[in-house]
C-alpha cells in the first residue's frame, strides 16, 4: 500500500529491493547508486534505529564526524564573532561573519548558510536565534563543536569545508546522517560509511542497555530504503 503514494519511476526501482534481505554494507552502495532515478545527484543518506531512550539524560548520543571524503557540495558557514575572531574567521574562509548585524539579518528571515558556529562571548547575543536556528538543526552547541575559543576557528571551519558532519538522536530514537553524494564512488561512500558508524559506536553513551545499534539503512533523497545487514556494517567500525 505504501508503493501506491509513490510515482511510477519510484515504484519501478522499488523491484529492484528485496526488502525481506539485509545487504552488505558495499552490495548496498552499489544497488543504491543503481535505483538512483533523479535528475539531480542525490544525498545518500544513513539511519540508525537505536536501543535509546530518547527521554533519558543519560541515553544521548551527538558528536560530530569529518568524512574522509566530504559530502560533495560547498558549504556556507556564518561566524557569529567580533573583534580578533571577526578577522581570524574571514581569513580562515567563512563567508558570512559578524555579530549583532548578522543576528538581526537572520531575524529578519535571512537562511542562506548550512553552518552556523559562534565564539562562547557570543552566545548570550545569539541566544535570542533559539526559536529560528533550533528547529533547522542550525544553533551553535558546544556538544556538537561548533562553540569554540576564536583561535580554534581556523580548524572548526577547515574541517566544516572537508566534510564535517553532526549527528545526533531524535526524539524516535533515529540517527540520521548525510554520508556524500550518489554521484561518489562506491569505495567513497563505503569509507565516509565506515567513518560514520565508528563515531556513534565510539560515542556510546553511559546509559546505553542491551543492544545499542538495532538497524541500519541506507536511502537516497528520492530513491528507497535499503536495510543493510547490521553485523557486517558494525564490523566497518573495527
Given at each position: 500500500?505504501?508503493?501506491?503514494?509513490h510515482?511510477?519511476?519510484?515504484?519501478?526501482?522499488?523491484?529492484?529491493?528485496?526488502?525481506?534481505?539485509?545487504?552488505?554494507?558495499?552490495?548496498?552502495?552499489?544497488?543504491?547508486?543503481?535505483?538512483?532515478?533523479?535528475?539531480f545527484?542525490?544525498?545518500?543518506?544513513?539511519?540508525?534505529?537505536?536501543?535509546?531512550?530518547?527521554?533519558?539524560?543519560?541515553?544521548?548520543?551527538?558528536?560530530?564526524?569529518?568524512?574522509?571524503?566530504?559530502?560533495?557540495?560547498?558549504?556556507?558557514?556564518?561566524?557569529?564573532a567580533?573583534?580578533?575572531?571577526v578577522?581570524?574567521?574571514?581569513?580562515?574562509?567563512?563567508?558570512?561573519?559578524?555579530?549583532?548585524?548578522?543576528?538581526?539579518?537572520?531575524?529578519?528571515g535571512?537562511?542562506?548558510?548550512?553552518?552556523?558556529?559562534?565564539?562562547?562571548?557570543?552566545?548570550?547575543?545569539v541566544?535570542?536565534?533559539?526559536?529560528?536556528?533550533?528547529?533547522?538543526?542550525?544553533?551553535?552547541?558546544?556538544?556538537?563543536?561548533?562553540?569554540?575559543?576564536?583561535?580554534d576557528?581556523?580548524?572548526?571551519?577547515?574541517?566544516?569545508?572537508?566534510?564535517?558532519?553532526?549527528?545526533?538522536?531524535?526524539?524516535t530514537?533515529?540517527?540520521h546522517?548525510?554520508?556524500?553524494?550518489?554521484?561518489?564512488?562506491?569505495?567513497?561512500?563505503?569509507?565516509?560509511?565506515?567513518?560514520?558508524?565508528?563515531?556513534?559506536?565510539?560515542?556510546?553513551?553511559?546509559?546505553?542497555?542491551?543492544?545499542?545499534?538495532?538497524?541500519?539503512?541506507?536511502?537516497?533523497?528520492?530513491?528507497?530504503?535499503?536495510?543493510?545487514?547490521?553485523?557486517?556494517?558494525?564490523?566497518?567500525?573495527?
Amino acid at each position: 500500500m505504501a508503493l501506491a503514494r509513490h510515482g511510477k519511476k519510484y515504484r519501478k526501482v522499488s523491484e529492484l529491493v528485496d526488502r525481506t534481505k539485509t545487504y552488505p554494507p558495499g552490495e548496498a552502495i552499489e544497488l543504491i547508486k543503481k535505483v538512483s532515478y533523479a535528475s539531480f545527484d542525490e544525498t545518500v543518506e544513513l539511519h540508525l534505529r537505536m536501543g535509546l531512550d530518547p527521554r533519558s539524560a543519560d541515553q544521548q548520543v551527538r558528536g560530530v564526524v569529518v568524512l574522509p571524503h566530504g559530502l560533495g557540495k560547498k558549504v556556507g558557514i556564518v561566524v557569529f564573532a567580533h573583534g580578533e575572531g571577526v578577522k581570524i574567521a574571514q581569513e580562515a574562509g567563512a563567508e558570512y561573519v559578524g555579530g549583532d548585524e548578522l543576528i538581526k539579518r537572520i531575524e529578519e528571515g535571512w537562511l542562506g548558510f548550512d553552518v552556523a558556529i559562534a565564539t562562547p562571548d557570543m552566545m548570550g547575543k545569539v541566544g535570542k536565534l533559539g526559536k529560528i536556528l533550533g528547529r533547522r538543526g542550525l544553533m551553535p552547541n558546544p556538544k556538537s563543536g561548533t562553540v569554540v575559543a576564536a583561535t580554534d576557528l581556523p580548524r572548526v571551519i577547515a574541517e566544516t569545508r572537508k566534510g564535517r558532519v553532526e549527528f545526533r538522536l531524535d526524539r524516535t530514537a533515529i540517527i540520521h546522517v548525510p554520508l556524500g553524494k550518489i554521484s561518489f564512488e562506491v569505495n567513497k561512500l563505503l569509507e565516509n560509511l565506515a567513518a560514520v558508524v565508528e563515531a556513534i559506536v565510539k560515542a556510546r553513551p553511559s546509559g546505553a542497555k542491551g543492544q545499542y545499534i538495532r538497524s541500519v539503512a541506507l536511502s537516497s533523497t528520492m530513491g528507497p530504503g535499503i536495510k543493510l545487514d547490521l553485523k557486517s556494517t558494525l564490523a566497518l567500525a573495527a
